[in-house]
């Protein structure tokens, strides 16, 4: 790792900008989403719903490394607009 340096006061932190919501699969899932793209999911994966409502499978392993959990929502029948989808 010669390429990255060792100041340890160049790194940065980050994180993601977008809540999404995500529901843990029982079983298997396989669909196409409007963009014509193939998605699909074992028993575990998550399936994860962004807030302009694209939705995609993310792998288990993946998903719990990045993502944590900030409770239930209840009710979400009545949308909103996207911006203010998970305020």
Partial sequence: MDAVSKNEYEWQIYRTRFLIRAKQLAEPLAFVD???????????????????????????????????????????ATRRSPEHAYS
């Fill in 34 to 76: 409007a963009l014509g793209r193939e998605h699909s999911g074992r028993v575990g994966d998550y399936i994860v719903e962004s807030s302009d409502g694209t939705r995609r499978i993310a792998p288990r392993e993946i998903f719990e490394d990045i993502y944590v959990a900030m409770g239930v929502r209840r009710g979400l």
